[in-house]
């Protein structure tokens, strides 16, 4: 069974530069036809996706935050990361990262998430 598990500062400061990871146990993140993704829950909104690398190393974003985001891997420690620049307070959120996988992988089709992480921005 895939867990996953997000980790990272709970608060950051405006203008500052969010780094979270997400370790993966049980699933190497290069599987083939997986894909691994970042979602963010702002308080009181809908689920938001920011992006996701698939079992190549392929990274895509969601266009309206791409410029601030990146993803990336660290294939030997099987853990992926997120970095978002230049934070505001709108980005305060609880962050999830999350896999899915072909029908293949039933247990993925619908999202394998992890329990999500708290992140506040403020001074």
């Known amino acids: 069974q895939v867990q996953l598990q997000e980790s990272g500062p709970g608060l950051v400061k405006p203008s500052q530069t969010l780094s979270l990871t997400c370790t993966v146990s049980?699933?190497?993140?290069?599987?083939?036809?997986?894909?691994w993704s970042w979602i963010r829950q702002p308080p009181g909104k809908g689920l938001e996706w920011l992006g996701y690398?698939?079992?190549?190393?392929?990274?895509y974003y969601n266009p309206s935050l791409k410029s601030r985001t990146s993803i990336s891997r660290d294939n030997a420690k099987n853990t992926l990361y997120l970095q978002m620049n230049s934070l505001k307070p709108d980005d305060t959120a609880v962050y999830y990262c999350n896999a899915r996988g072909p029908f293949q992988r039933p247990e993925l089709q619908g999202g394998s998430w992890g329990q999500g992480t708290q992140v506040t921005v403020s001074s």
């Open positions: 690398i698939d079992s190549s190393g392929g990274i």
């Open positions: 049980n699933e190497s993140i290069t599987t083939n036809y997986l894909y």
